[in-house]
């Protein structure tokens, strides 16, 4: 068998220079040798990276309790459906079926729980953890977000945890639009005239690249953010992600974020194991709530995982997170989680979170806990 090198020179050979989005795609996604499809671990301690539902259960419990207001916010219909984009081992959706089943009976029995996963070795994984919820019927796995008549009509909250970063982009410097060739067993970088659509990307939601510099310019996540605003009738969604907004890039800052990442450090090139490492670009918010915004739904201030988490949690002082401590050592241990997932040296000011809605009351939007952090200790 080939490696996945082999596999793309092969494609260079066949089709010339490819995109840079599509040399990211095929490293994250072949079917057979992306990185997604491997049968090594990505996550956690023995993989290459923490998400936020390794830390702790208490991130998929605070959400539950986040999902279970937007529900009463829809009026508490009768069945709503929580689709959530990528969800990779299936750690997340676990935490908060369990919880809400525990917490929140009402909002439970309406639950209907959509994991759509295109990985299949990560689909398989997700049968393994969840097969009580998938044969009870209270959840569903699918490869593909449903599009067009297959969507639903319920109302329906999405749900994307460092889903968009991991989106194939493709990168422009002043040399133009990169394409990536190979030479001798290396992949050489190459440089064409942008297209329209990019330049188009670039002049609403980012900025022209200096002479020294080079800037995404995330179609994928673009047209996947078209499709989900264009369908959803009425409902809400949550992206979390690391991420920037234009001001920032005007700023200064956030020019040029493309990482790869294996065993928890930064690699120095994308170029290098192709396959073996992750590669991710920070979320063009700016850019992801246009097109929200674009299809009908109401964009809401963005604020940072750590004031998310903290609106939705200092109500009951955290009890989510210390419910089955028993010994001081044990809340110690929580405690040391929590706090890694909401201050700053942690995961909680790297991380943004964009909140949307469709079709919900103004008022009912406004007194989500997740966006009212400090607000409350103040009327009280
Ligand atoms: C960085 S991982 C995040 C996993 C999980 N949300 C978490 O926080 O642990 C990105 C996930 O998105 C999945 N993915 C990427 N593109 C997708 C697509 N078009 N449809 C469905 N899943 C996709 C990947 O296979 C992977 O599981």
Redesign the pocket.
Known sequence: MSSLRQKIEQEIRERGTIPFSRYMELC??DSELGY?SRNAE??GKAGD?Y????VHAVFGRLLARQFEEMWRALGSPEQVDLV??????G??AQDVIDWSEKKFPDFFRALRYVL????PA?RRRIRLALAHHLESGRAELA???PSGEASSHNPTIIF????F???PVEILSAKGSLRIDAHNGRFIEAWVQPSPEELEFLDRNSVHPEPDERVEAPLAAQQ?MNRIAAGISRGFLIAIDYGYTREEQLAGRHRGTLKALRQHSVSSSPYEAPGEQ?I?ADVNFTALAAAAERHGMQTHKLVTQSQFLLGIGEGNQFADAFEECRLPQERAKVALQLKHLVTPAGMGESFQVLIASKGVQQERIESLSGLNFGRRAIAR
Request: zero cysteines; proline letters at 3%; charged letters at 15%.
């Open positions: 994250l996604y997604y990505q996550f990276f998400t936020s539902s390794d959530e984009l990528g969800p990779g081992s750690l997340f759509v996963e295109s990985s990560l490869s593909l977000f994307a945890n460092e889903f970063d991991a989106l996947f992750d991710t």
